[in-house]
């Protein structure tokens, strides 16, 4: 089977000139997807060199391909990205790129079960070699762990009437596919006060089964201790709980002494490990906003390491 991995490379210059590109460096890109920010990066490359990795065995697949040109000086890594330092070992980074959340190619091939628009059997794993997916999610967990996950995650209003909803429907029969469960929801929230309802509860069973936040704050961490002085680490966000862990992750780390303010001398002994190269968000211009809608939600937050 062929995959089409041709989605525009979100704010890309942004990114190049973020990530301060050095033509000897050691990049990785945790998230390679379709390559098309790793394709500009290996294209500033003399002698440096770029680690790829992707959880999805299609995305790799086709940045095999797409990178073809490059292959000597680019090593895959079928892996999440949470797991960097056993990736990179002993070795020390220049730059780090995460383009956070799912891929327009996963939206976009109805089989994976991912889109609202398209009828499959529900499945939203980003790889698809783990046991939990979206049938697992929508027909296993409690009507409180549901209105947890959909509140949470998907900042959902109602919530608690679409879980009860779900599991109202359970009743019946197991809920299969896409548009069941699409369905389910446009029972509670009706389609004319907004044309795609379900789509915050989608979002939520998406990022349960990915376990999309939870691997963030500590991927940056691990992140930044694997980094060389001076090096750099690129987030593209799109929506406000990812930009929010990383904003706070950033802050965090770039903070130094954390002594309660009664103590007069400092304790802790905490530095700061590097700075927000933006103190805002970098967003799409408005050229890029009319060649590529995926772009309007899009936040990009650049760390720089000490």
Do not use: W
Request: proline share 5%; hydrophobic share 40%; charged share 30%.
């Amino acid at each position: 089977m062929s995959f089409e991995f041709n989605h525009l490379p979100v704010m890309p210059e942004e990114v190049i000139k973020g990530l301060n590109i050095k033509p000897d460096g050691l990049y990785f890109d945790g998230t390679l997807g379709g390559a098309g920010h790793s394709k500009l990066i290996l294209q500033r490359l003399t002698t440096g060199e770029l680690i790829g990795v992707d959880r999805d065995a299609d995305a790799l697949s086709a940045a095999k391909e797409r990178l073809a040109e490059f292959a000597p000086r680019v090593t895959f890594v079928h892996d999440n990205f949470e797991n960097i330092k056993a990736i990179i070992g002993e070795r020390r980074l220049d730059g780090v790129l995460l383009d956070l959340g799912v891929s327009s190619f996963q939206l976009d091939t109805a089989e994976r079960g991912f889109s609202y628009m398209q009828n499959a059997r529900l499945d939203m794993r980003m790889n698809r070699e783990q046991e939990l997916s979206a049938f697992d999610v929508v027909n296993g967990y409690s009507a409180d762990k549901l209105t947890q996950i959909i509140r949470d995650y998907g900042e959902e209003r109602q919530a608690g009437r679409i879980a009860r909803a779900i599991v109202n429907q359970r009743e019946h029969g197991p809920i299969e596919t896409t548009l069941q469960l699409s369905d389910i929801v446009r029972t509670v929230l009706p389609t004319y006060r907004e044309p795609h309802p379900e789509k915050r509860t989608f979002q939520a069973i998406r990022i349960e089964v990915n376990r999309e936040l939870e691997v963030i704050t500590p991927t940056i961490d691990d992140a930044i201790s694997c980094m060389k002085s001076g090096g750099r680490i690129a987030v593209i966000t799109f929506h406000s709980l990812e930009d929010r862990l990383t904003k706070q992750a950033f802050a965090r780390n770039a903070k130094g002494c954390i002594c309660p303010p009664e103590i007069p001398v400092c304790v802790c002994n905490k530095k700061p490990l590097g700075f927000a190269v933006n103190k805002k968000p970098i967003v799409a211009g408005e050229e890029e906003l009319k060649q590529n809608k995926r772009s309007a939600s899009a936040k990009l937050r650049i760390f720089e390491v000490y």
